[in-house]
T-cell receptor, first 114, second 110 residues
Framework: GAGVSQSPSNKVTEKGKDVELRCDPISGHTALYWYRQSLGQGLEFLIYFQGNSAPDKSGLPSDRFSAERTGGSVSTLTIQRTQQEDSAVYLC????????????FGPGTRLTVT | GESVGLHLPTLSVQEGDNSIINCAYSNSASDYFIWYKQESGKGPQFIIDIRSNMDKRQGQRVTVLLNKTVKHLSLQIAATQPGDSAVYFCAEISGNQFYFGTGTSLTVIP
């Protein structure tokens, strides 16, 4: 079956612009996660959606970052007024249920802020 | 805050040998651990997991060992193959929080 997909695969934007990154999880997966992977760094947890529960936003680095998940499926990560330090690969993952279940990762979106 | 670290950033092994990748964690309350494999240009791929009430779990060619006394996690890959070349991450899960190490780059020498 189809895996997790993300779009765009690459995004180059100017400092100060807003960007939207999209994630399509595996159909039927109730949990969705966003992570950030900077060059040479481990994965950094950003936000976690589980079903209709309020998302766990504790990993979002600043109020410029926000995420939505519409209809319990597609998710959009929005970064407002991008900064150069936002440059990273943004990874989305989904799992059948909540934490404690195998996560399937998408290929990521490489964001470059110039 | 929590930290998940790896003892070695790189590891080279001969094809056919066994590989051991190590990971240290700091949160004794973490209840779940995962190993991921990430090939160049791809997202991480789940390899194997282990819950904190277990010491060992085996999969296909892989074994994860958990030593809660010293807060140490290891991934053993048997008969390492060229396709095993990748970066391997350990992850520590506590509640809804995931903490990942920076990764160990495994290179398999044919």
């Amino acid at each position: 079956g189809a895996g997790v997909s993300q779009s765009p695969s690459n995004k180059v934007t100017e400092k100060g612009k807003d960007v939207e990154l999209r994630c399509d999880p595996i159909s039927g997966h109730t949990a969705l996660y966003w992570y950030r992977q900077s060059l040479g760094q481990g994965l950094e947890f950003l936000i976690y959606f589980q079903g209709n529960s309020a998302p766990d936003k504790s990993g979002l680095p600043s109020d410029r970052f926000s995420a939505e998940r519409t209809g319990g499926s597609v998710s959009t990560l929005t970064i407002q007024r991008t900064q150069q330090e936002d440059s990273a690969v943004y990874l989305c993952a989904s799992s059948r249920q909540g934490t404690g279940y195998e996560q399937y990762f998408g290929p990521g979106t490489r964001l470059t802020v110039t | 805050g929590e930290s998940v670290g790896l003892h070695l950033p790189t590891l080279s092994v001969q094809e056919g040998d066994n590989s051991i990748i190590n990971c240290a964690y700091s949160n004794s309350a973490s209840d779940y651990f995962i190993w991921y494999k990430q090939e160049s240009g791809k997202g991480p791929q789940f390899i194997i997991d282990i819950r904190s009430n277990m010491d060992k779990r085996q999969g296909q060619r892989v074994t994860v060992l958990l030593n809660k006394t010293v807060k140490h996690l290891s991934l053993q890959i048997a008969a390492t193959q060229p396709g095993d070349s990748a970066v391997y991450f350990c992850a520590e899960i506590s509640g809804n929080q995931f903490y990942f190490g920076t990764g160990t780059s495994l290179t398999v020498i044919p």
